[in-house]
């Protein structure tokens, strides 16, 4: 059973950085493609920034340039730098982790961007 915590969410004021980390447990973490999710309240779950198994990356629109993904295959973890944070980011966020058809979520982690 693949296990995914995320940390790293709190109240940041517009501008501001966090760091998000997911962290794996219970599977070949190096296999799966690796993304970052939001939910905004009355919004619909959106991609932020999706990491292969080879560090390929992408990125929504609204966040590149400002965010960055990437993982430590050593550690098991994902990360989601995300500087120059707007009030529209404020958001759940949730790990993803995808291999094949397989996908698993973490229990999201709340951003919340705020003067």
């Known amino acids: 059973q693949v296990q995914l915590v995320e940390s790293g969410g709190g109240l940041e004021q517009p501008g501001g950085s966090l760091r998000l980390s997911c962290a794996a447990s219970?599977?070949?973490?190096?296999?799966?493609?690796m993304g970052w999710y939001r939910q905004a309240p009355g919004k619909q779950r959106e991609l932020v920034a999706r990491?292969?198994?080879?560090?390929?990356?992408n990125y929504a629109d609204s966040v590149k340039g400002r965010f960055t993904i990437s993982r430590d295959n050593a550690k098991n973890t994902v990360y989601l730098q995300m500087n120059s944070l707007k009030p529209e980011d404020t958001a759940v966020y949730y790990c993803?982790?995808?291999?094949?058809?397989?996908?698993?979520w973490g229990q999201g982690t709340r951003v919340t961007v705020s003067s």
């Open positions: 993803n982790a995808n291999y094949d058809s397989l996908g698993y």
């Open positions: 219970g599977t070949i973490f190096s296999i799966y493609v």
């Open positions: 990491i292969s198994t080879g560090s390929t990356t």
